[in-house]
Structures are given as C-alpha cells and as structure tokens.
C-alpha cells in the first residue's frame, strides 16, 4: 500500500515538471532574443557617425589616414623645391662659359600614400661666369594638384639665389637659397564640415653642396661625387570646421644627401657642342623635424609627426649649342623608393648669352 502511495504522489509531481520544461525553455529563447536586440543596438550606435568623436572612432581610421595624407602634400611640394635648387650650377660645370639668361619650363608627376600630384613649372634665371665662380638668380612659378580621397589644388611662387665656387684642383662648393609663397585650396572630407579653405604658408630653403670632380679623356669626361645638406622653415596653419580641426605647425625640415655626378662634353664629332650629364643621389630626411599633424574633436585631440622622406633621386640632362648665343637645355628626373616619389618629371628650355 505505501509503494502504491508514493506511485500515486509523484505521478503529478512529473506531470508538473514536464510541464517546467517549455516555461524555461521559453524564458531563455525570450533572455537570448533580447541579448541579441541589445548587441545589435550596440552595433548600430558605433556605426552612426558621433561629430563629438570624429578623431576616436575605429571606423573613422581610413578618414584619419586620407586627411593626414592630404596634409601631407606640403611636405611634398616643399620637397621637390628642394631637390631642385643646384640645378643651374650643375649644367654649368662642365661649360661654364653658356652662363647667361635662361628660362625652362616643367611637367611633374608623382604619387604618396594613395594620392596623385601634378605640377606644372616656369623657371626663369641669369647667372655670370667669373674665373672660379658662378653667381646667379632665379624666379619661378608653378601650379598644381593632388587628387584621392580629398582634393588640393596650389600654387607656389619662389625666388632665390645661387652661388658656385671651383678650384682648378678639381674641389667645388654649391650654395642656393629660395623664399616660397605657398598658396593651397584644401577639400577634406566631408565629414569634417571643412568643405573649401586656402590657405597660405611662407618657406624658406637653403643648400650647400661640397664635392670634388675628377677630369677625364682631356677634361671631356667628369666624374664627380658629392655630399650636400639642406635646410628650410615652414610657418603653420589650421583649419577649423564646426565638428573638428586639423593643423600643420611651423617646422624645420632638413635633407642630407649623397650623390654622383657623370658629364660627358661632346657626343662625337657631330655633336661637339652638346654636354650630357646623369646623376643618382640618395636622399635622407626624417620626419621627426617636420610639419606635426593635429586632429582634434570636441573630446580629444590626437598628433602625427611627418613621414620620413628617404629616397633615391636620378635624374639625366643634356646642353647642346643651337648658335654661338643659344642653347637648348633638357632635363628628366625620377625618384623611387620611400613614401614620396616622383614618377618623372621633364624639363625643357633655353640659355643665351647677350
């Protein structure tokens, strides 16, 4: 009898506990809904754009890069300035009797960090040739754009001076200088409510350039291997929108170089008159003493130092006698290596003598 009892009482007990069975059930499928509405909630926060945190949000690190490369283009432009200040003392120092009035004009391309350049240059000079020394001035005028992610169009007036010293032992030192006026139309990305600014920026560069030139073939044929520095200042700006800003501060970029020069005067007897030269440079300037990038939001601000620019630099060139008062001047330089290049850059012009 007491078996049969216990068989009877714990018949409704099972009954009860089966029935347990789709209330849990039915609770947890209910906890595990509303976790997963919460997360996707959550993912849906992180994805609309916050104007308050423009600079901190993960998926805004693509932006971040293009404004800082953008920015970049300043860097760029002042390098390939630099680069070009010996150019006159170089295609004199085989002839340095074509000194005179000369003028060239340029197509530069090249490319950094996702980003297209384009510049197109008029170059205008006179230098005198007195015994050892070469002296001269030059002006220029150049405009351009960089297109990507963004938008920037420039352009840059220089003027500037140059000097070259060299002894008949074969030592010699190249000095220039240049003053900049940079005139820039920025468009960032939209984002930032920065649509359209110019802005403008002073530069000042310097070089001296020490080397010596062996004569060969009865001083028809040269060598000559050199070390150089150069130097600028660059002034700062900022541009503000209503969710963020973003600047350049002033800064003192240098470059240190090392490089050969090859010359060769007169191709043959038929061309006597034309003189050839080819150079590879290695070019060494680190970013730590260039322009910082500062992006700032409503909740932070975050800084970037320069980018590095060490590359190779070569370049070929040729000045052949048209007339005994004119000659013609032509030029091609690349550079390959590094986060800036150059993919070419033709030049082309005249040299006369009054």
Do not use: C
Not at 98 to 124: D, P, Y
Not at 242 to 270: C, H, M, N, W
Not at 341 to 353: E, L, R
């Amino acid at each position: 009898m007491a078996s049969e009892a216990t068989k009877t009482k714990t018949a409704p007990e099972a009954k009860r506990q089966d029935s347990a069975k789709p209330e849990e059930k039915l609770k947890t499928d209910n906890k595990a809904a509303e976790e997963a509405e919460k997360a996707e909630e959550d993912a849906r926060a992180v994805a609309v754009f916050n104007p308050d945190d423009w600079f901190t949000v993960h998926d805004n690190q693509p932006l971040i890069q293009h404004t800082r490369a953008l920015l970049a283009s300043r860097q760029y432009i002042f390098s390939e300035a630099v680069s070009q200040l010996h150019n006159r003392t170089e295609s004199l120092r085989m002839s340095p009797d074509r000194s005179g009035s000369w003028a060239t004009i340029e197509q530069r391309n090249g490319h950094f960090m996702g980003l297209n350049a384009r510049q197109q240059t008029l170059n205008v000079g006179w230098d005198m040739h007195s015994d050892t020394e070469t002296a001269g001035i030059s002006a220029s005028y150049t405009q351009g754009k960089v297109k990507g992610e963004g938008q920037e169009k420039h352009w840059l007036a220089a003027a500037g001076a140059y000097y070259s010293w060299q002894s008949a032992s074969g030592w010699f030192i190249d000095t220039a200088s240049r003053y900049m006026y940079l005139n820039q139309a920025l468009s960032l990305d939209p984002g930032l409510n920065i649509n359209r600014s110019h802005q403008e920026s002073q530069m000042l560069a310097g070089s001296l350039r020490n080397g010596y030139q062996f004569r060969m073939v009865n001083d028809t044929l040269s060598i000559s291997p050199y070390v150089g520095v150069s130097g600028g200042v660059m002034s700062g700006y900022s541009l503000k929108g209503e969710d963020a800003e973003v600047s350049l501060s002033s800064s003192t970029p240098y470059f240190a170089t090392t490089g050969i020069l090859a010359q060769k005067r007169g191709l043959g007897s038929a061309l006597p008159g034309v003189t050839l030269s080819a150079s590879l440079e290695y070019q060494y300037s680190p970013g730590k003493n260039g322009s910082t990038t500062s992006l700032s939001d409503r909740q932070s601000t975050r800084q970037y130092s320069a980018w590095s620019d060490n590359r190779y630099r070569s370049s070929v060139s040729l000045q052949g006698v048209i007339s005994p008062d004119l000659s013609l001047i032509a030029k091609v330089d690349t550079s390959f290596g590094g986060e800036f290049k150059t993919d070419y850059s033709g030049q082309v012009g005249f040299a006369w003598q009054f």
